[in-house]
């Protein structure tokens, strides 16, 4: 009988070597982009822009679009929080620095920087596929999706914004710190 007996050395399938090879490929040239961010974001407007242009061409998929809008919502939040909630932390004893001498804590996003960009791009791709089946393209007045998409945005920016200010954090680098030869703290500013 072929295939007892041997060594255990199995062939793998030209399309399952074609998978990893791409795989790797893939990720080679996705680690190559990591250090640069503006590109990045430049690529994703560009696959936004196709994306809107295609809506706009075809007239539909509108429930699509809206989903599409939830997940970035969803991801923008993870993007805007941070990776330890202080009010859970505070229940287990620790809390973020009140007082000058308290241990400073530097702010780690939840969903980091690079894996927002990767999701807001893979999902404008998806979403864009998606737009090729006539299935998808529910009959729905858009301008109601649009008005309850936008009043869950500014519901759920309000919580986020006040949850920043409570717990006193801004998610965003403003600017690069400097040390002046005439002081001991910091000063910000820009490059």
Not at 74 to 100: H, Q, R, V, Y
Not at 157 to 175: C, E, L, N, S
Request: with cysteine; charged share 20%.
């Amino acid at each position: 009988m072929e295939g007892i007996g041997t060594d255990g050395v199995s062939e793998t399938s030209p399309m399952a070597k074609w998978k990893n090879d791409f795989s790797r490929v893939f990720q080679h040239y996705l680690d190559r982009s990591t250090p640069h961010m503006l590109h990045r974001w430049i690529g994703t407007g560009v696959v936004t822009m196709i994306y809107i242009l295609r809506v706009y061409c075809v007239q539909g998929f509108y429930v699509v679009s809206y989903g599409l809008g939830i997940y970035i919502l969803n991801l923008l939040i993870g993007f805007l929080s941070p990776k330890i909630d202080p009010e859970l932390e505070a229940l287990d004893g620790a809390s973020l620095p009140t007082k000058d001498s308290d241990e400073f804590k530097p702010f780690i996003r939840r969903l980091p920087e690079f894996r927002f960009w990767y999701s807001i791009t893979k999902a404008f791709l998806v979403a864009f596929m998606l737009t090729f089946f006539s299935l998808l393209d529910v009959p729905v007045f858009w301008p109601i999706l649009l008005i309850y998409w936008i009043v869950l945005f500014f519901l759920t920016m309000k919580r986020q914004i006040q949850h920043m200010i409570k717990h006193k954090y801004v998610p965003f680098d403003i600017g690069k710190q400097r040390y002046s030869k005439n002081s001991e703290k910091p000063s910000s500013s820009r490059d």
